[in-house]
Nanobody, 126 residues
Framework: QVQLVESGGGLVQAGGSLRLSCAASGRTFSNYVVGWFRQAPGKEREFVAAIKPNNWSDGITYYADPVKGRFTISRDSAKNTVYLQMNSLKPDDTAIYYC????????????????WGQGTQVTVSS
């Protein structure tokens, strides 16, 4: 079992930055693919970014097109934490952001990972 807890959300003006954290406990988190998703009001949850384990994939990362060049996902295996650095934020980035994990990268990228966090609200004002 893996427990995920997100933090770092908040209110920021357009053009600003936030860093979200996803802290994990339970099984060896470093072996899991970890992803970030978001869900805006009235919209379906969508994939944002994912990162593979460092030990067998050199931490390969994936990004959704709307966030490429603005968001960066990274992980600190020693702290069992994955981060999402969000720069140049736009009002369209307003959503609840969720952290998720699975051993299989396809499960994460397709939006069907085994473990989910409770979410953290990000609000970008214009």
């Amino acid at each position: 079992q893996v427990q995920l807890v997100e933090s770092g959300g908040g209110l920021v003006q357009a053009g600003g930055s936030l860093r979200l954290s996803c802290a994990a406990s339970g099984r060896t988190f470093s072996n899991y693919v970890v992803g970030w998703f978001r869900q805006a009001p009235g919209k379906e949850r969508e994939f944002v970014a994912a990162i593979k384990p460092n030990n067998w994939s050199d931490g390969i990362t994936y990004y959704a097109d709307p966030v490429k060049g603005r968001f960066t996902i990274s992980r600190d295996s020693a702290k069992n934490t994955v981060y999402l650095q969000m720069n140049s934020l736009k009002p369209d980035d307003t959503a609840i952001y969720y952290c998720a994990a699975d051993r299989v990268d396809r499960a994460v990228v397709s939006g069907n990972p085994a473990y989910w966090g409770q979410g953290t609200q990000v609000t970008v004002s214009s």
